[in-house]
Each structure stands twice: as C-alpha cells, then as structure tokens.
C-alpha cells in the first residue's frame, strides 16, 4: 500500500519528541504550571467547575458525537441514504472509537507517572525518563499509566474531519481537531497529569492511526470515482 508522505514526516516528528522526553526538556515546561511557593499546581485536579468542563464535559461530549453519529448511520440505513455519507459516518466513528482507545491503551502499558507524581512537584517518586530503567530503589509499585495523554486523545480524533468535509471547511475540521485536542491537554498540564511531549506524541499519534484508517477505507471501499491505493513495486 502506498504510504502517504504526511505518514512518514509525522513518524520522524514522534521519534524526535520521544527522543526529547527522554532528555528531561519536558521539566522546565512543566515547570510553569507548578507554584513551588505554594506546592500546588495551576489547576487543582478535584476542582469541580474546571473538571466538569473540561475533564468530564470534554469527555461526554466525545461520547455524545460518537452515539449521535451511530444514531444518524443507523437512521441513514433505514432511509437509503446515499452510500458515501454513509461511508463518511462510518469513518468518523472508527475514528472516534479507535484513536482515544488505541492510545489510551498504550497508556496504560508505558509505565510512565504524571508529573503530579514526581518529588520536584510534591510526589514521592523520582523523574525517570520514558524508556529508562528504574533503579533499584524506586518507591513505586504501581505502574504508571500517564504517556501517552489519553484525555486529550478524544479531542485529537476530530482531526479526521480533515478527510470528510469539502473544500476549504477541511481545514476548518483539521483545527477543530487540534484545538479540542490542545485545550484538552493543557488543562492535564495545568493541573499536573502530563508533560508538554505527553501530549504532542498523543497529537501525532491520533493523526498517524487517522491516516492509517483513512487508508484501509480507500483500499477496501473508496470512494465513488475513486480507485484504491495499489502496492508500490
């Protein structure tokens, strides 16, 4: 299958955030979100009003696009509707179920902590960077379950609107996308539940398992007009 060239300039983007992570670069950023006057972060996760808004909120409203879009392809099925809003449908919610699924998934196998965790920010574990071996010593039995940012991946999933609205309005889903994404994050970062990095790989990975399911439906059902991507020999 033809690998489009956005595919291979995103994976070289991940390599070198995830080469970055590994150098502590995400500290000082991280940084600005503590107040080490007062040990507290920016945000107090527990707060309900900034929680209800962007934690849950954002969260029930991913959910409630994914069950309105399955409700909208159900209705389009019983009314014959034509087949590419419904093929439109169909991606949009692979999207939205795969993405923040997929990436929540390796989250909770990187065994990375959230900075909330760390002794430079009130925690009782020690920095170890991603990839790295902890010591002998380290404190923590608990896995950690903090890279990449699964939250803000349900945002990141609306990138897909690139691949489904006409003309220039993809632009308009691209940055709907990004910016859901972006505002979701930040609040993790305000109150201390991810790195800077945590979040950008989250981004390019959303987009990378968008682009490979944008793929797998232009082979195995394009477009009208459109002929499916051949093996390069």
Excluded at 139 to 147: I, S, Y
């Amino acid at each position: 299958m033809r690998i489009k060239p956005s595919i291979l300039w995103v994976s070289v983007a991940l390599l070198l955030i995830l080469l970055l992570e590994t150098t502590g670069m995400d500290l000082p950023v991280q940084d600005l979100f503590f107040q080490f006057d007062s040990h507290q972060w920016r945000i107090d996760k527990d707060d309900p009003f900034w929680r209800a808004i962007f934690y849950t909120g954002a969260k029930r409203t991913v959910a409630l696009v994914a069950i309105l879009t399955l409700l909208t392809l159900l209705h389009s099925w019983k009314f014959k509707t034509r087949i590419h809003l419904r093929r439109k449908l169909i991606l949009l919610l692979v999207t939205l179920i795969v993405v923040p699924g997929t990436i929540s998934g390796l989250k909770n196998i990187s065994n990375v902590h959230c900075p909330w965790s760390l002794t430079r920010y009130g925690g009782d574990l020690p920095h170890v960077p991603f990839l790295a071996t902890n010591p002998n010593d380290f404190p923590a039995k608990r896995p950690g379950k903090c890279f990449p940012a699964g939250h803000p991946s349900g945002g990141f999933a609306f990138m897909s609107l690139f691949f489904l609205l006409p003309g220039a309005w993809r632009w308009v889903g691209l940055g709907t996308g990004i910016t859901l994404g972006w505002i979701m994050g930040l609040y993790q970062m305000m109150k201390g539940a991810h790195y800077l990095s945590h979040v950008i790989v989250s981004m390019l990975l959303a987009w990378l398992l968008i682009e490979g399911i944008v793929l797998l439906f232009e082979k195995y059902w394009p477009e009208r007009g459109k002929t499916p991507h051949t093996p390069v020999t």
